[in-house]
């Protein structure tokens, strides 16, 4: 599967953003999706990963209450709703496909690893 990442951009502190992941082909609803981000100088960290069906979703702590994932298995498209944007938000968000199942916020040392295919990010810059 070949993933797109959209939707990033400029933004002012409280803002929102929506993320989306288009998927090409016809298996999009067969893989959980998750969702990651990398800040300068900073390691590749999950945000988000919701299931292939879209019911079970899991967030990273410090996103949690603020971002909503969730996924249109028909137009093969994930997205991630970012609300109350902050400054440490900023950073290259990239969606994934064919990781595991998260039923909480305990992602394991490694997730990115355990992902088969990768969007080319986007750029998502809060400013103060």
């Known amino acids: 599967v070949q993933l797109q990442a959209s939707g990033g951009g400029p933004v002012q502190a409280g803002g929102s953003l929506r993320l989306s992941c288009v998927a090409s082909?016809?298996?999009?609803?067969?893989?959980?999706i998750g969702w990651f981000r990398q800040a300068p100088g900073k390691e590749r960290e999950i945000v988000s990963a919701?299931?292939?069906?879209?019911?079970?979703?899991a967030y990273a702590d410090a996103v949690k209450g603020r971002f909503t994932a969730s996924r249109d298995n028909a137009k093969n498209t994930a997205y991630l709703q970012m609300n109350s944007l902050k400054p440490e938000d900023t950073a290259v968000y990239y969606c994934a496909a064919g990781g595991p199942t998260y039923y909480s916020s305990n992602f394991g040392p490694e997730p990115a690893a355990l992902y088969d295919y990768w969007g080319q990010g986007t750029q998502v810059t809060v400013s103060s």
């Open positions: 919701i299931n292939f069906s879209g019911e079970i979703i």
């Open positions: 082909g016809r298996t999009f609803g067969t893989y959980n």
